[in-house]
């Protein structure tokens, strides 16, 4: 660290991803700064020490060259911070995306423990929301994180609606939600992805991106088809479910295993991310 410390000259103020990443060190520095691999290098510029991002996502920019900026640019708004939206709010912030808003009501419970990738013994009883902003904030410092802690009902969907947003990620669980999610985001022109049921199942590969109408064994994507039939929706709504038929239980209670959630979730920052990147320079076979 100490051959940064005094280091000045490399520093180039770049002002544009909405004042996101505005600190940039040049190839200069980045070539000629031995640094322990896997740690941030951290710059002195006025007496502030400012952690620089850019490193962080080197290895994302071999792999998408310029298109990481467009990344920067985008917000995601996720909806539901259980076992699914977790995962996909993990790769989402590991993804350079430069700011999230994350709504979800509900604490972190020790029924959590054995899917939902934040819970920990030691955050049992925060709000998710909360325990959530720590966790990005130590991923990537620089991502705005806007926190929404309301349950989300017909009532005051406007509220997701309140920011500018360009993609919705609904992760959430009550199916009246779901249902108003889809109406808004296909009226407001907002690309979005809906994650339909994953509980009481154990295969994941079974899980497919399809609009809805193509959807099948699926007892939420049957409610929703039934909606979009009802309303002769014309648009195009797509949602990750598994071909799967649930396992039969003698509890009411929803079973659920780590990596089932976990998939959808991971599919759901696929879908988003594969989307803002689009084709790499015709590299895709």
């Known amino acids: 660290m100490k051959n940064l410390q005094q280091n000045t000259l490399g520093i180039q103020v770049i002002n544009g991803v909405e004042g996101l990443y505005k600190i940039r060190i040049l190839k200069f ?33 071999l792999l998408i060259g310029n298109k990481i900026e467009s990344l920067h640019s985008k917000t995601v708004l996720i909806i539901g911070l259980g076992g699914v939206g977790g995962y996909a709010l993990e790769c989402i912030v590991r ?73 919705l990620i609904d992760a959430c669980d ?3 939600t779901k249902k108003e999610i889809i109406r808004n985001c296909l009226n407001r022109n907002i690309k979005f992805i809906s994650s339909m049921g994953t509980g009481n199942k154990l295969d994941i590969t079974k899980f497919k991106i399809e609009d809805i109408r193509k959807t099948s064994y699926d007892p939420i994507a049957k409610i929703i088809r039934k909606m979009v039939k009802d309303e002769r929706i014309k648009g195009k709504i797509p949602v990750i479910y598994s071909t799967e038929s649930p396992i039969k239980t003698n509890s009411k209670t929803i ?23 689009g084709d790499i320079n015709g590299r895709r076979n």
């Open 255 to 277: 079973a659920s295993i780590s990596f089932v959630p976990a998939m959808s979730g991971l599919m759901c920052a696929s879908f988003v991310i594969n989307d803002i990147i």
């Open 174 to 176: 009550t199916v009246e």
């Open 29 to 61: 520095i980045k070539e000629n700064t031995p640094l322990e691999k896997g740690f941030y290098r951290r710059v002195s510029l006025l007496g502030f020490f400012l952690w620089e991002s850019v490193f962080m996502f080197e290895r994302l920019e």
């Open 95 to 167: 993804s350079g995306i430069g700011r999230v808003i994350i709504v979800d009501n509900d604490v972190v419970d020790i029924t959590n423990l054995n899917r939902q990738i934040v819970s920990l013994h030691s955050n049992i009883g925060q709000l998710k929301v909360d325990a959530w902003e720590k966790r990005i904030k130590d991923i990537n410092p620089d991502i705005e994180v806007i926190k929404m802690k309301q349950f989300i009902t017909k009532d005051n969907i406007s509220l997701l609606f309140e920011n500018k947003i360009d993609y």
